[in-house]
């Protein structure tokens, strides 16, 4: 038992000083000294540790004996003098009898018990394994947490996509935590579903029963999309609105249902609106710290006016188009798609810009207020409706106008749809290949339409019109266009008072600020609105005008336009006069 415990001993201050570092090897530690001070501070310790070390060796000297008998003359406790001496000996002489063993041998010897130094030298690896797993997933989540953003900024695309608790904590918080104090229910909990059918229900035997023996048991979404379309007039106007422009096609071939793709293009639209429109009522809204402020286009109680004000709106572009319309074929334009029509000083020099002067202007009449010119080479293609819409609302900048921002969203995307026909028509949107724009435009018109003879009539005396073309020189052509600019302006002017004068909305607007402006110059606060700016108005040759001339102008508004409505009401075609 002793042996083992010398042996034990002795491999334990063996793996000791195998285990712990040696003194000299802090000295290794100089390289993450970081800095001169630090350096100085290193470098003054070492040479401590030399002074010291040097010290330590320089006082080593062989051991004195004990002298045992100057002791027995001081301590008068001989028992105890003797044990200690007995102890001394007994200790000495088994140290002595331990340092002459040989325990290399010994330890070579001993075979029992490394099963055990090796179990506990894979423990302590697994360990260290465990130790570096747990360091790597506490810098990671403390990365994670250092490059986390605000609770104001997260977003699910970042990092809560690796997350779904986050990402249900994120989604539901809003509908489950009390403090809130939210109103919205979860749209995806089973009492969300329950009012849902009950609300469609409720709208089918409100809207669809009619009194009649229907299938009321079923829900709308079980049902076909004509009864769907039937009780949802808004969704019916919108998705038919798309499905003309996409295709330019007959709202009698409208599908049941429309491709999936197809709506996703709606709900992008839709969206790309909103964004614009929300943005100008929160301009607004922040600006005039109004109690309620709406959106454009939009009317202020959706629900029970939101039909009437867009049948309205639907009318007055319907007219407005229909009017831009008999303006184009007023001086022959429409369907002159191989021309460029020339009314102007400014269009003139645009034109001949096309190919250097080349090309040939030609005259229709005296009657017709517009020069059209044919570049040389290639016929002209059709622009595409982007395109013209930059080139409007460019136009509208450049001469102090400027389309509402709604307004010219919806246009643009109204642009958008169309040009996306090119990818189902060989690179066309409006004609087919090899297709005039006049085929093209009488083949969409249906015969039953009331327009229809009238487009018909125009398109055979466009015809007529065109076979006795006469051409110009460049000089005659000039010649011909001050009294042409001189027309045109007058048209222009004419133009706004049919305008005004034939569509009700129009005119009812008007009318309107009208009656406001003759309110400001009765009580004489119209001159100062002038002063101030709040005011402009100026007259035909572009100087400002004052309150007398802008009264008298309000006073003679009404006969002006009268005069012009009935004068263009008037006017026949000769070509509808030949069918009568």
Not at 302 to 327: F, N
Not at 532 to 537: E, G, P
Request: with cysteine; glycine share 4%.
């Amino acid at each position: 038992i002793l042996d083992r415990a010398i042996v034990s001993a002795k491999m334990m201050r063996r793996g000791l000083r195998s285990a712990l570092p040696k003194r000299d090897r802090w000295h290794a530690l100089q390289e993450y000294a970081v800095g001169e001070t630090n350096q100085e501070e290193f470098r003054l310790l070492r040479a401590r540790d030399s002074q010291v070390g040097s010290l330590v060796e320089s006082s080593k000297s062989v051991p004195k004996p004990i002298d045992w008998s100057s002791w027995e003359s001081k301590i008068s406790n001989k028992e105890v003098l003797s044990c200690l001496k007995s102890f001394h000996q007994q200790q000495s002489a088994l140290l002595e009898q331990v340092v002459a063993e040989d325990h290399a041998a010994a330890v070579k010897k001993q075979a029992d018990g490394w099963d055990l130094f090796d179990a506990s030298v894979a423990s302590c690896q697994k360990s260290v394994e465990k130790s570096e797993t747990i360091l790597k997933n506490g810098a990671r989540a403390l990365w994670i947490s250092f490059q986390n953003p605000p609770i104001s900024l997260l977003s699910q695309s970042e990092w809560l996509d690796a997350d779904q608790y986050w990402q249900a904590f994120v989604e539901k918080h809003h509908f489950y935590h009390n403090h809130l104090a939210s109103a919205v229910e979860d749209p995806e909990s089973k009492d969300y579903d329950a009012k849902q059918k009950a609300d469609m229900k409720r709208n089918w035997e409100t809207f669809d029963g009619r009194g009649t023996t229907r299938q009321n048991n079923k829900l709308l979404y079980q049902r076909p999309s004509y009864e769907y379309y039937d009780v949802f007039r808004g969704p019916l106007i919108e998705h038919m609105i798309f499905y003309l422009s996409k295709t330019g096609g007959d709202a009698r071939m409208f599908p049941e249902v429309m491709p999936t793709k197809w709506f996703a293009e709606i709900y992008d639209i839709r969206f790309k609106l909103y964004n614009v429109l929300q943005r100008r009522k929160r301009q607004v809204h922040e600006a005039t710290w109004s109690r309620e402020a709406f959106h454009d286009f939009h009317p202020h109680d959706m629900e029970h006016d939101g039909e009437a004000y867009y049948s309205k709106l639907i009318a007055k572009e319907a007219a407005s188009t229909e009017l831009l319309a008999g303006r184009l074929m007023g001086n022959y334009i429409l369907f002159s798609d191989s021309y460029v029509p020339v009314q102007s000083g400014m269009a003139f020099y645009k034109a001949i810009q096309t190919d250097g002067g080349k090309g040939t202007f030609y005259s229709l009449g005296s009657d017709v207020n517009c020069l059209f010119y044919k570049p040389a080479g290639e016929a002209l293609t059709t622009p595409d409706p982007v395109d013209c819409f930059h080139s409007l609302a460019d136009h509208a900048n450049m001469t102090g106008r400027k389309f509402e921002v709604g307004y010219a969203a919806a246009f643009e995307c109204f642009a958008e749809v169309l040009q996306s026909r090119k990818q189902g028509l060989a690179g066309s949107w409006f004609t087919a290949p090899g297709e005039s724009s006049k085929d093209a435009f009488m083949r969409r018109i249906k015969r039953s339409d009331p327009a229809y003879p009238i487009f018909e009539a125009y398109a055979e005396e466009h015809r007529e019109r065109w076979a006795g073309a006469k051409t110009l020189s460049m000089d005659e052509a000039m010649a011909q266009m001050p009294e042409i600019e001189r027309k045109y302006m007058i048209e222009c002017e004419e133009y706004s008072s049919v305008l005004f004068g034939v569509n009700d909305e129009l005119a009812a607007s008007a009318k309107l600020e009208q009656e406001q402006l003759a309110k400001l110059a009765d009580v004489g606060e119209l001159q100062g609105k002038l002063d101030s700016r709040d005011l402009v108005a100026i007259d035909s040759s572009g100087a400002a005008m004052k309150t007398e001339a802008v009264a008298k102008a309000l006073e003679e508004m009404d006969s002006v336009r009268d005069k012009a409505v009935d004068l263009v009401m008037a006017t026949k075609l000769p070509a509808l006069e030949k069918k009568k």
